[in-house]
């Protein structure tokens, strides 16, 4: 298999060693020069890009191409032409040009564009974008040639999430390379932000699923009562594959890997049946492309499986939900990472700078990080069963925080905790230096060795956003700090006196402790952390003055922009209830109900029966069953009735932001008060009469 892998990896991506062989020099270079340093692109060179990019889709079988897309719907969008274009006597041509490579124009009205057109300027243009590669996706359809595209309006207001995160890349780069530059590394002529991200997923047997509404249409488990066996023996987390999952991952693997994409570590992860992978870390904008890839290439192989995947943040309740840790650093292109602290951290100057403002950063626009991993689903995860809390703060570690603590006492951080050597007590085992730093599982943004490790973004959404946010606010940051540097006439006293007032200000979102405990949410309201626990309380953070000022300058969002944005997540929370609330209306009215009736017969049958065979026979146990039963009953068709009420009241409301609160204040209260009786009896109900797989069905039986 060894040296099959290199063969086979990357074969479906028309990358730069194949632009290389295949491109006259002087193309290959002024290629190069756009994905690397940011150059424009002239229109002879992509012609010629194009011609060759077609041939090479030929040869591979490719019949359409695509403009693939990343509307702000958080899934890909993408619209098929085939190369056909007719010629004479009834024969075709295969037609392909600089034009088709670079602009397209699907219809844009049929996306979210919160406003920012009305639906008779329904035009809307996908351009190429050349950083990251096309690739040819084969499936049922046959083998599509796929051009990674940015989405945007015919004003030019973007209509995706790739826009904005192209921006950020760029305002980081400009900001990062000033301080690099200042630190006299003149060499360096770009700093890009590299991410790595965690996909954690569940996989549940097709069969199951497909007698589950609730996963169906919403991707979730509307009821479910905890099954006997939860995850508490932690005997699944890196437990040994089972042979069905280990013959998914082994094929996900290979999809993957002819994709280009860096699949690398994959393992059980913490709950019965819930798995992750995680590919080597890449620039942003390719590393958001490919988990887009990941997460589709986990739905598909799945189905050829008999198996489904579930991306959903938490698709079963009271069990450990799925998120995405999104590991972020900057690298320079002459291969530094400026997140790395190196031996000697303490007297790292630079190094100590970036983390200044990353931390500045954070504290400043902790509820835009906090909106930056929103969606309905991260609303059941946060906070609950082993997931970080809503409340965003910043976990360095023991070796780090004792180097802050010094810089804000004196300015300066005199001496470094040692790592020390770990010692296992065994002889035979070697004895390795310990990391600088310990895990801490609970912390939203943790510091974890050479890199960030962002771990409130869901596991069904696109990273974009958090990278976005992520580079747009360090770019302010570095932008505050890089003007102040450069107008300094003693620099290093000018360093110095900025790290200690900046650490100093912000100190407040640093916090090594428990994020899952209590007290911790009481300490961060002293603090003054915001603490968002909907995805509807975090809305209003990208509106805020303090947002359009930072995304405005940095040139990510405009204004309008923005408010599209806002609009638009209000819309999707409201659908997304509207959903859920629906389905649960179906699923208790036609199925839970129904079952539970037809135990109440058969018990008042088996009192009536015993009582007529034998008049003294004690039908207790039977009787007591009864009454219970009929009482959550009652209480769950209550429930379902005032559901049902709200579902029409929902309908009159048309704003965006009115539905959205009603979904979160009456709604979604209303859902649970539905829930709970219905769980309550499936613990009740004779097992036959239950309607839908149970927890315990869905996740053991693999
Ligand atoms: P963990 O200990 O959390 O499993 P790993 O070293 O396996 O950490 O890395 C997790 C993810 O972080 C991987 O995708 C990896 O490629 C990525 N990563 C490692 N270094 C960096 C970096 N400097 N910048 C961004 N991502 C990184
Ligand atoms: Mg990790």
Redesign the pocket.
Known sequence: MGERLTEIFGTDVFNESVMEERLPAETFQALKETIHQGKRLEPEVAEVIAQEMKKWALEHGATHYTHWFQPMTGVTAEKHDSFIAPAQKGKILLEFSSKELIKGEPDASSFPSGGLRATFEARGYTTWDCTSPAFLREDAAGVTLCIPTAFCSYTGEALDMKTPLLRSMEAINRQALRIVHLFGHKDVSRVEC?????QEYFLVDQKNYRKREDLIFTGRTLFGAKPPKGQEMDDHYFGSLTERVGSYMKELNLELWKLGILA??QHNEVAPAQHEL????TTANMATDHNQLIMECMKKVAKRHGLECLLHEKPFAGVNGSGK?N???L?TDTGK?L?NPGKTPNENIQFLLFLAAVIEAVDNHADLLRLSAANPGNDQRLGADEAPPAIISIFLGEQLTDVVAQLIETGEAKHLKKEGKLHTGVSTLPTFGRDGTDRNRTSPFAF?G??F?FRTVASSMSIADANTTLNSIVAETLERFANLLEASDNFDQAVHDLIKSSLTQHQRILFNGNGYSPEWIAEAERRGLPNLPSMVDAIPALTTEKAIRLFTRQGVLSESELRSRAEISYEIYAKAINIEARTMIDMAGTLYIPAIVRYTSELSNSINSVKAACETADVSVQTKLLIKTSSLLAEAQKALDALRKLDVKANGKTEGKEMALFFRREVCPAMEALRRPIDELEMIVDRRLWPVPTYAELLYDM
């Open positions: 590299s991410v790595g991200p965690e690398k570590t995680a590919p080597i870390y840790h590991n972020w650093s690298v990472n997140l974890t050479n890199k490790e």
